[in-house]
């Protein structure tokens, strides 16, 4: 046996609540009782919950692949910083101006080659493996 029960929904959960019960061809009655009964449901905290950890490990996973990215781009610039400064002799005033034109030619190659690789989908972190590089605290000697 069944007890009727009048229930008031904003519009907006109305509409929800109709477009499901049409989508799947149930009555909205149906709809709001599987509704009321997933909610008192003992298990739908341990639902909730799972479905909460599945969601941090995937944020985990990523902040931990750009935790990676980030330290393998920060290595790479200072490396090249470091190597650049270190065998590039300076320059004699009347070849700076020339040096800055050729810089600026080298330059906007630079960019149109990177944009054709990115363009393609290629990247430079992608072709590091992941066991490569490892986390700063597992390094041998820290």
Known sequence: ?????????????????????????????AIVEAAVQSFLSPDAADR??????????RLSRQ?????????????????FVRFWLTVTPPLPSEAQATAQVKGRE??????????????????????IPEDFVRPPSSE???
Do not use: C
């Open 106 to 127: 080298r330059f906007e190659g630079f960019v149109e080659a990177l944009g054709r690789r990115l363009q393609k989908g290629q990247s430079f972190l992608r072709e």
């Open 140 to 142: 041998p000697g820290s």
């Open 48 to 57: 909730r919950e799972a479905a909460l950890t599945r969601r941090l490990d």
């Open 63 to 79: 902040i931990q692949r750009l935790e990676r990215d980030v330290g393998i781009l920060a290595e790479t610039h200072a490396l």
């Open 1 to 29: 046996m069944r007890d009727r029960m009048n229930v008031y929904f904003p519009p907006e959960l109305l509409r929800q609540i109709v477009e499901l019960a049409d989508r799947r061809k149930l009555s909205r009655s």
